[in-house]
């Protein structure tokens, strides 16, 4: 009881932390915005109920969101800065995300169009499969665990459920299901220390749904009637609800979500792809993004008859490749300064450049490619759009760019080796 007390006295200061105002609440915490006592930015400080300190598998939970929204970097998932424990109240110091969950931005403006609402997902598929990647499965997506930015971001949050296949630690009690009924998987409700990626697939999935159309996919009255649409695969179809979302989509909502986990797409990754293969309905993006990076790998100009030797002296630089031992950092173009990844030239042309970086880009991403500077040469920031990748080891891949602008002959020597 006194623990409740201390919880519910006005909070003025938790550790470095300076508290300003609550602005929200949750199941298991309070939520305020605050900022580190000797100033800087407004962050986000989760106050752990005291009933809920109380319970000892909750505090744990709650430690566990910080413990891996620390340990994963990336630029679409919230980023955990502090934990710590004053007077009786445990507290949770997060990046703070000036915008508005997915949940209530559907709520507020109705459902997203395609576009958009496919962009938001793959951002989100993206930061999961990089979790994956890392042996961590969410097992809570949903559209109140996507923050959107005022840029219109998304970011991940709340990591509380996340199970670690490496270490094998799960906080299930035995016989215990975890996550959000309508969103969750259907072996989430038998088991949830069993479940793999596909789970994560399934939620995005549904997410994406509802996005879509507004509506909470397998609707129904209770917790059975929600299980019984989930296993019959019964789930009112996205076009009938929203005419104008394409096939293609709709087949991708209806795969990630079937109560198989076989049938689903085995990754995020696979599940991002077939959106991103199918924006707008025709794939157009993608096939124009081929056509693009075909034309800059052969360097080809426009030139009349009589400069053809020109253009195919042209075509043979664009085509050589140039080693280079250069080092930097790179980032998505729209991405947040603080997140990037390292990043070391193996080889360079007027129109392309091939990176190891330790992460992966998907084709089309836009990167901004900064390069450390040499004796000859300053600092240097290039632009390129993603059209390979392959693995080259543990957290290691080599990214394909093709360069926004062709560079000239004094640039190109001024990055090799």
């Excluded at 969950?101 to 109705?110: E, P, R, V």
């Excluded at 270490?167 to 996550?179: I, K, Q, V």
């Excluded at 392309?352 to 901004?368: D, K, M, S, V």
């Excluded at 394909?400 to 062709?406: M, R």
């Amino acid at each position: 009881m006194a623990l409740f007390k201390t919880a519910k006295k006005k909070l003025q200061h938790l550790g470095r932390y300076e508290v300003l105002e609550r602005f929200a609440e949750g199941g298991m915490a309070e939520i305020y915005k605050g900022r580190r006592s000797e100033g800087g930015p407004i962050v986000c400080i989760k106050v752990l109920r005291a009933e809920m300190a109380a319970d000892a598998d909750l505090l744990q939970r709650f430690e566990r969101e910080f413990t891996t929204a620390h340990r994963l970097r990336h630029p679409h998932i919230v980023q955990a800065l502090d934990f710590g424990f004053e007077d009786g109240v445990y507290y949770l110091v997060m990046e703070f995300v000036e915008g508005v969950d997915l949940w209530h931005l559907t709520q507020q403006k109705g459902s997203l169009v395609e576009a958009d609402a496919v962009r938001l997902i793959t951002q989100v598929g993206n930061a999961l499969q990089f979790a994956h990647e890392h042996g961590l499965i969410h097992r809570d997506v949903k559209p109140d665990n996507i923050l959107v930015t005022a840029t219109h971001q998304a970011k991940l949050t709340d990591l509380g459920l996340v199970k670690d296949l490496e270490s094998g630690a799960d906080l299930t009690r035995p016989s215990d299901w975890m996550g959000t009924p309508n969103f969750m998987a259907v072996e989430q409700f038998h088991s949830a220390k069993n479940v793999d990626a596909r789970a994560d697939v399934y939620s995005l999935g549904a997410t994406l749904y509802f996005a879509l159309t507004g509506k909470v996919p397998f609707e129904g009255k209770n917790l059975g009637t929600i299980l019984k649409k989930k296993m019959a695969n019964d789930l009112v179809p996205a076009r009938r609800l929203v005419p104008t979302i394409s096939e293609a989509v709709e087949r991708a909502i209806h795969r990630a979500t079937s109560a198989d986990p076989a049938v689903r797409p085995r990754s995020c990754e696979e599940f991002v792809a077939s959106l991103r293969a199918t924006v707008n309905g025709t794939g157009k993006r993608s096939s124009g993004v081929r056509v693009r990076s075909a034309a800059a790998a052969t360097g080809r100009t426009t030139a009349t008859q009589n400069g053809s030797d020109r253009t195919r002296r042209t075509e043979r630089r664009g085509a050589t490749r140039y080693t280079s031992c250069l080092c930097g950092l790179c980032q998505p173009e729209d991405g947040d300064d603080q997140f990037r990844w390292s990043a070391r030239v193996q080889d360079v042309s007027t129109t392309g450049i091939a990176l190891f970086t330790n992460r992966r880009f998907e084709p089309g991403t836009l990167l901004r490619i900064e390069l450390g500077a040499t004796s000859d040469s300053p600092s240097r920031t290039l632009h390129g759009r993603v059209v390979r990748f392959q693995s080259s080891g543990p957290k290691k891949w080599l990214v394909g760019c093709a360069l926004a602008q062709p560079l000239d002959e004094k640039e190109l020597r001024s990055l090799q080796e």
